[in-house]
């Protein structure tokens, strides 16, 4: 027993404040109302496709990949191989290896939570992370940033996953009519880069972002603009740091 709790001591770093709670959800609240409708929605697309719940929740807990996971739906019904799965993924979600750069610091000083908070970095805990500022409006000072960061990613997660037991339980007695309903993450990470835009100060790596992402759309097609995209946009902001321009 308490070799179990010196591991649980360790992952969890130091006290979780009741502060730090109340604070870390209500910055997560814009993604709860998208991820609880896109969670049902995968639920019910497993349900239709003949997986219960067992299957549904593991993807979410383990996989968590958003439109990814819609993906592996096919790929589950085609029996797609593991070659197959792993290059599709890359494909659909290589792009948050580049969100990770830019956290791989703040990660590191998080000891054991570290490998959940890349594993659970997702496009809507990113662009939160992003725009956090760690206010305590209680004036006493109990906010860590470390703790914000690891219960907005795992209070991202859990609506994420109760959205996907909610859909695989209703998708097992109620058949849905389900088209659209994906469309839902667009419209939530819209919202945030929206708010992001109205909040930052310094707009380059958005401008810069959204020029060369027309570019390849336009040379290379919706298909396979985005890694591209996402490669030369890091590549122009890692040189903007290296002149000094002012990315702050």
Same mark, same amino acid.
């Given at each position: ?13 130091? /006290? ?9 959800? /209500? %910055?997560?609240?814009? +993604? ?104 305590? +409006?209680? /004036? ?53 880069? +929206?708010? %992001? ?8 790596? #958005? ?26 946009? #890091? ?14």
């Amino acid at each position: 027993m308490l070799q179990i709790h010196r591991e649980i001591g360790a992952f969890v770093k130091q /006290k979780i404040t009741k502060n730090e709670i109340v604070f870390s959800f /209500k %910055q997560t609240i814009p +993604v709860l109302l998208g991820y609880i409708f896109l969670g049902i929605a995968f639920g019910l697309l497993m349900s239709d496709s003949g997986y219960g719940l067992l299957l549904s929740s593991m993807c979410s807990i383990f996989i968590y990949a958003g439109s990814m996971q819609f993906v592996l739906i096919g790929l589950f019904l085609e029996k797609a191989g593991l070659i197959t799965v792993a290059l599709m993924t890359i494909f659909v979600n290589g792009r948050h290896i580049f969100y990770g750069l830019s956290f791989i610091d703040k990660y590191k000083k998080q000891g054991r939570r570290y490998p959940y908070l890349v594993a659970a970095l997702t496009d809507e805990t990113y662009s939160v992370l992003c725009n956090l500022k760690v206010v305590d +409006v209680s /004036k006493k000072n109990t906010l860590s940033e470390d703790n914000c960061f690891f219960l907005i990613t795992l209070f991202n997660h859990s609506y994420w996953v109760i959205g996907t037991i909610i859909g695989s339980l209703v998708g097992a007695l109620i058949t849905f009519d389900t088209t659209g309903i994906d469309f839902s993450m667009t419209a939530l990470f819209t919202v945030i880069v +929206v708010n %992001q835009w109205l909040e930052m100060k310094n707009h380059f790596p #958005a401008i810069c972002g959204a020029i060369i992402g027309i570019i390849s759309l336009l040379l290379l097609g919706p298909d396979r603009f985005l890694l591209p995209a996402l490669f030369l946009s #890091a590549c122009v902001l890692v040189m903007g740091r290296s002149f000094k321009w002012d990315m702050e």
